[in-house]
């Protein structure tokens, strides 16, 4: 069936570090759609970038993704993280009318 | 734009207690999920409803029940709160069962 996997339940890096996010994907359907979601401190989720090409990099706030269907992955990454990057974020996967989301990623960025 | 809005914000139950939350959206959006987000153990899905008539359980629909009163609004019962029970439960809707979702703010649950 539909899967996701974070690898990584908790990131803790300095500010101005580089930032990666793991994500990647089980499915049945060859052309599939993937999502990054973060959360902040007592906020609902709410949609980052997401993507249905293969090898073309997304880009939102800051953030880009790739989608790489030759490994099933869609990692996030940043060049330079900041203190406002701090919340748990989700890679999701389109499935059978639904969305199926990883378990998170919590990302906390020190001073 | 548009909102969704979930009430009541806060939720504390008893034990055994039927305890019922509300969702509504004005996006005109087809489609309405209800999750559940425990800390550390990420969204898990609990019902969903793709059209206005529609109902489909999620992963995690034993001991819930939800109904789709009219295409704006999803409701989701507890059908007997677990004590100690604490969790927060979010509400979400999409244009279609293939976009992607709007969320609301979210109920936070307590059960002494």
């Known amino acids: 069936g539909d899967s996701v996997t974070q690898t990584e339940g908790l990131v803790t890096l300095t500010e101005g570090l580089p930032v990666m996010l793991n994500c990647t994907y089980q499915?049945?359907?060859?052309?599939?759609?993937l999502f990054w979601y973060v959360q902040h401190l007592n906020e609902s989720p709410r949609l980052l970038l997401k993507?249905?090409?293969?090898?073309k990099r997304t880009e939102h706030q800051g953030f880009h993704a790739t989608l790489h269907k030759s490994s099933s992955s869609f990692h996030l990454q940043k060049s330079s993280a900041q203190l406002s990057d701090s919340a748990l974020y989700y890679c999701?996967?389109?499935?059978?009318?639904?969305?199926?989301f990883g378990d998170g990623t919590q990302l906390v960025v020190k001073p | 734009g548009g909102i969704i809005t979930q009430t009541p914000k806060f939720l504390i139950g008893q034990e055994g207690q039927k305890l019922t939350l509300k969702c509504q959206q004005n996006?005109?959006?087809?489609?309405m999920y209800w999750y559940r987000q425990d800390s550390g153990k990420g969204l898990r899905l609990i019902y969903y409803?793709?059209?206005?008539?529609?109902?489909q359980k999620g992963d995690l629909s034993e001991g819930y029940d939800a109904s789709r009163e009219k295409k704006s609004s999803f409701s989701l019962t507890v059908t007997s709160a677990q004590k100690n029970e604490m969790a927060v439960f979010l509400c979400?809707?999409?244009?279609?069962?293939?976009?992607?979702?709007?969320f609301g703010s979210g109920t936070r649950l307590l059960v002494i």
């Open positions: 979400a809707s999409s244009r279609t069962a293939n976009s992607d979702y709007t």
């Open positions: 499915t049945i359907y060859s052309n599939p759609f």
């Open positions: 993507s249905f090409t293969d090898n």
């Open positions: 999701a996967l389109l499935g059978n009318n639904r969305i199926f």
């Open positions: 996006f005109n959006h087809d489609t």
């Open positions: 409803s793709i059209t206005e008539n529609d109902l």
